[in-house]
Structures are given as structure tokens and as C-alpha cells.
């Protein structure tokens, strides 16, 4: 089983939460190391490669958007939806309020 792990490198103390329960049952993640640069075609092959996605999604207010998150985290999302990844997402409670047509249906 190889598992994606979608998360915000900024997030420490959430990723530290998640990341001990998933070593603990010895789940093996993948993610994406983190760049200036998309690769679209770097993500696209993760999902194909995987069996699973992980998404941890909290809030990054903006400006524009108190209830905002992750360009990054949203496209890998959109990306796993395409290649019909099964999907475990963790979303802020906010984020998924105010962005409902962003996640799947059992969100």
C-alpha cells in the first residue's frame, strides 16, 4: 500500500498529529517535496503510482478569504479526484463550509 500525503509543509504541529498515528500503523506516505515549481506531471504520476490519498486541509486566511486553503493541496485534490484515487480528507471545519463544491460529497 503507498499512500499520498497532501499537507502543508507549515502546518508542523497538525502534520506532527497525523504523521504519529500513520508511523504508528506503519502506513507508508508519499508526498511531494516542496518547491517554488508545480509539476503537474510529477503529481500526476504520484496519483497514478498510489492506492490511496491523505489530505490534511486547514485554513490559510487571506486578505480575500478567511476561510481559505491551499492552492497546492486544492490542485493535488483535483488531481486525485481525476485518477479516481480513493480519498481520506481531514478539512478545517470552516474551509469545508465555505468551500462545499471543493470536496467530495463524504468529505
Known sequence: MQVYFSHSYRDVAINSYFLKHF??????????????????????????????????????????????????????????RRARVPRLLFVDQLVFERHPLDFPEDA
Not at 35 to 58: C, H, N, Q
Open 23 to 80: 508511523v504508528l500503523e506503519e502506513i507508508p506516505l508519499q508526498a511531494d517535496q516542496k518547491t517554488d515549481v508545480w509539476s503537474v506531471a510529477k503529481l500526476e504520476r504520484y496519483m497514478i503510482e498510489t492506492t490511496g490519498f491523505l489530505s490534511i486541509i486547514p485554513r490559510r486566511q487571506s486578505d480575500t478569504d478567511a476561510a481559505g486553503y491551499s492552492a497546492y493541496i486544492g490542485h493535488e485534490l483535483n488531481l486525485a
